[in-house]
């Protein structure tokens, strides 16, 4: 028979238990009496007091205010996408990670009429807008819609290839443009936004945290990324990423992926690299970088015992290019770049878009460690060539009788080409694009006649008939392609 006494103590502690809206956890060394008395005894002691429950932020004013001047990008044109069995953006199937230009997947071939869409936002009301190089790279044509359902034609001001920048101009007035932060404000840890097109869906509003700052990322020396766990897609490509004060920081660029969709590393170019991109496209239309003409490497623990260091830092010079301004200014393989200007070079992912800041021709400071101790080189910063060009840079019109854009090779392309004059295929239209011609194409000849440069061709293709025979060189091949002129 139970104990009455015993029953009579657990009907109490349930009452007590209901009445206060307590929870009471038995273990299995705690007797029930004693966790009844604890419970039911009065006290006249005021709870303890707690910390305040941190509360997330609200980022319903940053989607309504500036909302409406992010906009979708479609464009349309020759371009070369992904195919079956291989990865949404080319490359090996998803067997190891990938950096990757967050893009919608197409089949893998020369489609005269792909097409895709991005993200972009304004940046002036009278209709500049900036998004990334990856988004409008190789389009024929170029639409821009607004939150209010408006689309535009839009013009491809320039292209950066190196920081994947590219403004556009629409003809309109008094649009929405949003406000511009200073990336060096924010900190890891601190809650930001995108705002953009995810697969088609316009104006997606998605938040996170900076995971990362001045993250290197392979074959982007020229800028120090923000990382976040900001969930972005194809179709975020070229949206702006805000602070919580509103201020664009970043314009989201690439995604570190199996998939090809986000896993919850995302990648944003700092709006301070873009702004100064932004201002040179738009005085010079093209962008000056400097440069030291070497080659580095990181310094690891290793490498830092080995040459006497105190600790693993600067950029290691693997190789320096002969007469180059590295070379001329002393540099040697083996040393070791601890400061530019007087500031410290923690790896060598901070060298190059430090270097490519400063104006070609004017001197720099470099510290150097060599042979266990430092020393200061003065260097005369060169130019790097023709790795920024706008699209309207000396280029024929693709609306032109052949349907080409064309650019003279740099030198560095001519050597890697093995070729002497020739002209590199920027984009392509009508006739040359039925043709089969594609972009990276270097045109050697047309009707037998070694091409020299753009009006060349250009006389070329007035003098001819109905038909036109380029040589064209792809690859290590060449070829001849046979152009329908009309």
Same mark, same amino acid.
């Given at each position: 028979?139970?104990?009455?006494?015993?029953?009579?103590?657990?009907?109490?502690?349930?009452?007590?238990?209901?009445?206060?809206?307590?929870?009471?956890?038995?273990?299995?060394?705690?007797?029930?009496?004693?966790?009844? #008395?604890?419970?039911?005894?009065?006290?006249?002691?005021?709870?303890?007091?707690?910390?305040?429950?941190?509360?997330?932020?609200?980022?319903?004013?940053?989607?309504?205010?500036?909302?409406?001047?992010?906009?979708?990008?479609?464009?349309?044109?020759?371009?070369?996408?992904?195919?079956?069995?291989?990865?949404?953006?080319?490359?090996?199937?998803?067997?190891?990670?990938?950096?990757?230009?967050?893009?919608?997947?197409?089949?893998?071939?020369?489609?005269?009429?792909?097409?895709?869409?991005?993200?972009?936002?304004?940046?002036?009301?009278?209709?500049?807008?900036?998004?990334?190089?990856?988004?409008?790279?190789? &389009?024929?044509?170029?639409?821009?819609?607004?939150?209010?359902?408006?689309?535009?034609?839009?013009?491809?001001?320039?292209?950066?290839?190196?920081?994947?920048?590219?403004?556009?101009?629409?003809?309109?007035?008094?649009?929405?443009?949003?406000?511009?932060?200073?990336?060096?404000?924010?900190?890891?840890?601190?809650?930001?936004?995108?705002?953009?097109?995810?697969?088609?869906?316009?104006?997606?509003?998605?938040?996170?945290?900076?995971?990362?700052?001045?993250?290197?990322?392979?074959?982007?020396?020229?800028?120090?990324?923000?990382?976040?766990?900001?969930?972005?897609?194809?179709?975020?490509?070229?949206?702006?990423?805000?602070?919580?004060?509103?201020?664009?920081?970043?314009?989201?660029?690439?995604?570190?992926? #199996?998939?090809?969709?986000?896993?919850?590393?995302?990648?944003?170019?700092?709006?301070?690299?873009?702004?100064?991109?932004?201002?040179?496209?738009?005085?010079?239309?093209?962008?000056?970088?400097?440069?030291?003409?070497?080659?580095?490497?990181?310094?690891?623990?290793?490498?830092?015992?080995?040459?006497?260091?105190?600790?693993?830092?600067?950029?290691?010079?693997?190789?320096?290019?002969?007469?180059?301004?590295?070379?001329?200014?002393?540099?040697?393989?083996?040393?070791?770049?601890?400061?530019?200007?007087?500031?410290?070079?923690?790896?060598?992912?901070?060298?190059?878009?430090?270097?490519?800041?400063?104006?070609?021709?004017?001197?720099?400071?470099?510290?150097?460690?060599?042979?266990?101790?430092?020393?200061?080189?003065?260097?005369?910063?060169?130019?790097?060539?023709?790795?920024?060009?706008?699209?309207?840079?000396?280029?024929?019109?693709?609306?032109?009788?052949?349907?080409?854009?064309?650019?003279?090779?740099?030198?560095?392309?001519?050597?890697?080409?093995?070729?002497?004059?020739?002209?590199?295929?920027?984009?392509?239209?009508?006739?040359?694009?039925?043709?089969?011609?594609?972009?990276?194409?270097?045109?050697?000849?047309?009707?037998?006649?070694?091409?020299?440069? &753009?009006?060349?061709?250009?006389?070329?293709?007035?003098?001819?008939?109905?038909?036109?025979?380029?040589?064209?060189?792809?690859?290590?091949?060449?070829?001849?392609?046979?152009?329908?002129?009309?």
């Amino acid at each position: 028979m139970a104990n009455p006494v015993l029953q009579q103590t657990l009907i109490a502690a349930a009452v007590a238990a209901t009445v206060s809206g307590g929870l009471v956890y038995f273990s299995r060394d705690d007797a029930p009496q004693t966790a009844v #008395r604890q419970l039911a005894a009065p006290t006249q002691q005021s709870a303890p007091s707690r910390p305040a429950m941190a509360t997330l932020p609200n980022f319903a004013a940053i989607a309504v205010e500036s909302g409406p001047a992010v906009v979708n990008i479609s464009v349309s044109g020759t371009t070369k996408v992904s195919t079956r069995g291989q990865t949404p953006f080319g490359g090996e199937p998803p067997l190891s990670e990938f950096f990757r230009h967050f893009q919608p997947p197409m089949p893998q071939e020369e489609a005269p009429q792909a097409r895709g869409m991005g993200s972009g936002f304004v940046i002036r009301p009278d209709g500049l807008i900036m998004t990334n190089a990856h988004v409008v790279d190789g &389009a024929s044509e170029v639409t821009v819609k607004l939150t209010d359902k408006r689309e535009f034609p839009a013009k491809v001001i320039g292209i950066d290839k190196p920081t994947d920048l590219a403004l556009l101009k629409i003809e309109a007035q008094g649009l929405p443009a949003v406000k511009l932060g200073n990336p060096d404000d924010s900190g890891v840890g601190d809650w930001v936004v995108a705002i953009g097109a995810p697969f088609g869906f316009e104006n997606t509003v998605t938040a996170g945290i900076i995971s990362a700052k001045s993250r290197s990322l392979p074959e982007e020396g020229y800028v120090p990324f923000l990382q976040t766990d900001v969930a972005v897609n194809p179709g975020n490509s070229g949206g702006p990423l805000f602070n919580l004060k509103g201020e664009v920081i970043g314009i989201n660029s690439q995604i570190y992926s #199996r998939t090809g969709g986000y896993q919850g590393l995302s990648f944003a170019i700092p709006i301070d690299v873009a702004l100064k991109v932004e201002q040179q496209l738009v005085e010079h239309g093209k962008v000056s970088r400097g440069k030291l003409g070497i080659a580095i490497q990181d310094v690891n623990q290793a490498l830092a015992d080995s040459f006497g260091m105190a600790k693993p830092a600067g950029a290691l010079v693997v190789s320096v290019q002969a007469d180059g301004p590295g070379a001329k200014a002393g540099i040697e393989p083996g040393d070791v770049i601890t400061e530019l200007d007087g500031r410290p070079i923690g790896s060598s992912g901070e060298l190059p878009p430090r270097v490519a800041d400063l104006k070609p021709g004017t001197e720099g400071r470099l510290t150097v460690w060599r042979n266990g101790t430092s020393r200061e080189l003065k260097v005369q910063v060169g130019a790097l060539e023709d790795v920024a060009v706008a699209e309207e840079a000396p280029m024929t019109e693709p609306k032109g009788r052949l349907g080409l854009a064309v650019r003279p090779l740099t030198p560095e392309e001519s050597q890697q080409a093995e070729v002497s004059g020739g002209l590199v295929v920027e984009r392509v239209a009508g006739p040359a694009a039925k043709a089969g011609v594609r972009r990276g194409d270097v045109v050697l000849g047309a009707n037998g006649q070694p091409i020299r440069n &753009a009006e060349q061709l250009r006389e070329l293709a007035e003098q001819a008939g109905k038909y036109l025979a380029l040589l064209v060189q792809r690859g290590d091949a060449r070829l001849f392609v046979p152009l329908e002129l009309g």
